[in-house]
Structure formats: structure tokens, C-alpha cells
């Protein structure tokens, strides 16, 4: 499945479950959002990863630390200048075997050293 199928479905998927979609493909000049939506209150931002199949791992297992850093950098920069907001960020796996949501996939303290866990949230 093409990336723009993936994240199409991606859509499809989140919109049923009560995700409004705000934008996508989200680009400035460090990197891109593929979705960013709210729930509630919450600005969601989305990386949408697709494989054909699972010989090289599931499609969640490649968003490294890099790109988990890289799509934080991402969200500060569409945050910029706006009021602050509560942010989650969400993944959706696409395989030959369907589409997982995984919500609040990471989290701040996944990709900011220095940054405590908060034990109410783990």
C-alpha cells in the first residue's frame, strides 16, 4: 500500500473514532506530520507507518528514537505561538493484516532527556 493509501485509511480510522482532522501532511523545513487532529482538548499528533509485510519488523517497531525525536521537534514547531494545549502523540500501523490505532504511543519523556515519567500516567 502506497503512503497516501495508508494515510487516507489512516483517516478513515481515526475520523471513526472521533478524531477531527485538523491538517495533514504538516511540513516545515525539520520534517512533516502525516495527521494532526484533536480529541477533545487534545492536539494528536499522528505518524502513519505501513509495511507489506512484517519481514523486517512491524510497522510500529520503525519509529526510532530519531523519528520519535524528530516528530517532537515537529509538534513544537506547529505549537509555535499558539496558546499551550495538552498533546498526544499516536501512531497507526498499517500491514496486510489491517490497521492499529495505537494511541499515546510516546510521550514527552520518551524523547527529552532529563524529563520525568509521571507515575500516575505509567
Known amino acids: 500500500m502506497r503512503g497516501k493509501d495508508a494515510e487516507n485509511e489512516a483517516c ?3 475520523r471513526s473514532q472521533g478524531l477531527k482532522i485538523v491538517a ?3 511540513r516545515w523545513q525539520g520534517g512533516e506530520i502525516d495527521i494532526i487532529g484533536k480529541d ?3 492536539l494528536v499528533f499522528v505518524e ?3 509495511r507489506t509485510s512484517s ?3 512491524s510497522p510500529a517497531e520503525t519509529i526510532t528514537p530519531a523519528k520519535r525525536a524528530k516528530l ?3 509538534a513544537q514547531a506547529f505549537l509555535s505561538g499558539k496558546p499551550p494545549v495538552p498533546v498526544r502523540f499516536d501512531v497507526v ?3 496486510p493484516n489491517g490497521l492499529v490505532h495505537i494511541p499515546d504511543a510516546f510521550r514527552e519523556e520518551d524523547v527529552r532527556p532529563g524529563v520525568e515519567r509521571n507515575p500516575v500516567r505509567d
Open 12 to 14: 478513515e480510522l481515526l
Open 48 to 50: 502513519v507507518r505501513a
Open 72 to 74: 517532537w521537534r515537529s
Open 55 to 57: 519481514e523486517f519488523g
Open 93 to 95: 500501523a498499517v500491514s
Open 24 to 26: 495533514r501532511n504538516w
Open 40 to 42: 477533545g482538548d487534545t
